[in-house]
């Protein structure tokens, strides 16, 4: 990872002046508390599946703050919620009961089209499986976010391409996605997350089908960002060994926090459990 | 994006939820387009085909709309050459009959409301003799209007033949009998001709006689006619001869909207009239009743092109599903996901279309100039008629797009519903 760094040394320096103007934009519109360390507070959220006459009760209660600045990791066995959580985070599923607020704003409380546009301006998004639109090159795809935002393609494909550069991919920015290998992939998909300079970042395991060594230097990759940049990242993970980059680490069973710690012995422990 | 933090700005006090809403303005037209073009690209074959359908349909339908108005055309226009639609045929039917186009009714006609002018021509037997020589003939006493109205042509000097003058037109077939087999030599020679006038074309006879040795001056010779006539200006025999009772006229209608007011108040003078508009009206209604069974066609033809259309976007729709996922959760709004399904089909039909309606238009270009190359060496004069009118090439633009929308409307509908979570969940 330092040889990337080194390489692109330059590009960093104007990636880095563009993320700290990052959520300049939302200054205007949002509640936007620079004071305010919390960057996401969970309140009371609860989410229940009608399965035919069955209510299955994913989420029972859930309450959790994301300081500005952490890498939280959110484990647990399958079924316990954590990708529920995440989606409802991201605003893509909406809570039976309780509420999300980010950057204070309560984001189920508006409508489809500006959860949206927050979305797209506001946090990046990386999944478990890279998705494309096949018929677009990597720089396009990569600057995809930018094209949703209602900007020119000279624009974001400039932008996408530094991007990628930052990520050391920009010698594949003219491939199609799909030749790439799995852990290129989700180099470009981060790269794509990073694009519209977010303050914070979702990522739903995203290592999950990448061999250990690309798993290895995703992570490393994202936690550079964090770290420089101050990008706050909530990241869904089943991999115990991946705790090690996680300031604080809440681990779910049952669709209930049972353990939030930010005291490393305590994230050394869970690792133990999981 | 200044402008848009400066509107966030601006519009930070009148809430949030009416600032941000403004300024998400989504996905370009522009983009939306450039994917729409970079899908059918990565999708060639299927591409081909679908607008291939497309084509076809339409190619079919501007082919035989062209021909079908080119024909309708082609007919009006053989049928109006000498006959045109603005002019009623009068005539006074049979001998019984208690008009005549003489001065007296010839005035009424001339005084109806959107009559512009008339003219009139007798029919009568007679002679032409130059020298020894002697041949029977028709005589027509016709004044200048009803040559005009009736688009005769001749050889000869324009102007000449006028109701005041004593000069005549002769036929082709005269001018030969009288020896002038270069027809142009007979214009500007003497001929006498002796002309039987009877009760039936003057008024103020009591028996028959015949007018002789009539002098005149050949003025033009009509071409291509197999009747020995003579034309004589109607004033000159009315004058000399007492003919006053012209059989038949025509009258030119200046404004057609009145036109069946004129016919109705000349049919109501007694006269029998008659307009080749009957005989179009006759023609257009074919016509009108062909192009249906050719709309009925066209529609069939249309259903296949556009099931393949819509099995085109559907089986589109289901290779994408998780490209739509992918565009909901980074932030596209549901009209951004139907614009882009929806001009995607309208690309389709748009491109199709356009080929269709070249390849069609050219098509017919083709068959025409076979049939003229064809006609020629059948010795039958046929000219360029392939006509299609200024409204259908709106009508068929109106029908691309229309297709387009209305094709893509489901398939764009579906995508646009779908939720962003399920989209990235399918397999």
Partial sequence: ?274 | MSDIFKKNEDRAKKGIKESWKETHSGISTTMILYIGIRNLKISKTRSILTIGGVALGIGIITFLLCMGFGIQKLIVNEVTKNNPRNVIDVSNGNLDNFVSLNDEFSGKIKAIDGVESMGRRVNAGGKVTVGEFQTDVVIFGADENYLELSKISYRGEKGKYSDSENRAIISERLAKLLGYEDISLAIGQKINYSIVVTKDISSNISEERIAENNETEIVGVVEGENNAFIYVPFEIIKNNFSIDLAQSGKVLVGNMEKFDNVKQQLDQLGFVTESINDLIKDIDSFFNTMRVALVVFGVIIMSISVMGMLNTLSVSLLQRTREVGILKALGSKRADIFKMFILESVIISFIGGVLGFLGGYGFSFLVNEILIVLGRKQNVSLSFFVYLPAYFIMAISGFIIFLGLATGFMPAFRAAKIHALEALRYE
Avoid at chain 1, 27 to 53: C, M, T
Avoid at chain 1, 88 to 96: R, S, V
Wanted: with cysteine.
């Fill in chain 1, 1 to 274: 990872m330092e040889q990337v760094a080194d390489e692109t040394s330059i590009n960093e320096k104007e990636i880095s002046e563009d993320l700290l103007k990052g959520g300049d934009k939302l200054k205007g519109s949002l509640k936007y508390l620079a004071n305010d360390s919390k960057i996401v507070r969970v309140k009371g959220v609860q989410k229940k599946f009608q399965l035919g006459a069955t209510t299955v009760h994913i989420l029972k209660g859930v309450d959790v703050d994301i300081e500005r600045g952490e890498f939280v990791m959110l484990m647990g066995p399958s079924g316990c919620g954590k990708s529920t959580l995440l989606h409802i985070i991201y605003g893509l599923e909406p809570p039976t009961e309780g509420n999300i607020f980010i950057e204070n704003e309560s984001i189920w409380d508006h409508s489809k089209n500006w959860r949206a546009f927050f979305r797209n301006q506001y946090i990046g998004f990386i999944p478990q499986q890279a998705f494309w639109l096949k018929s677009l090159t990597v720089v396009e795809n990569v600057a995809i976010s930018g094209f949703i935002g209602g900007r020119g393609y000279r624009e974001s494909v400039e932008r996408a391409y530094k991007t990628l550069e930052v990520v050391d991919m920009e010698k594949w920015a003219h491939y199609r996605p799909f030749d790439l290998s799995g852990g290129q992939q989700q180099k470009v998909a981060f790269a794509r997350s990073l694009l519209l300079n977010p303050k914070f970042i979702i990522a739903d395991e995203p290592t999950g089908n990448l061999d250990q060594k690309s798993g290895v230097q995703l992570m490393d990759l994202i936690k550079q960002f964090n770290e420089k940049f101050g990008i706050t990242v909530l990241m869904v993970t089943h991999n115990p060994d991946q705790v090690k980059y996680a300031t604080r680490v809440v681990k779910m069973v049952d669709g209930l926090i049972v353990n939030n710690t930010s005291e490393q012995k305590e994230i050394e422990s869970i690792k133990g459990d999981v």
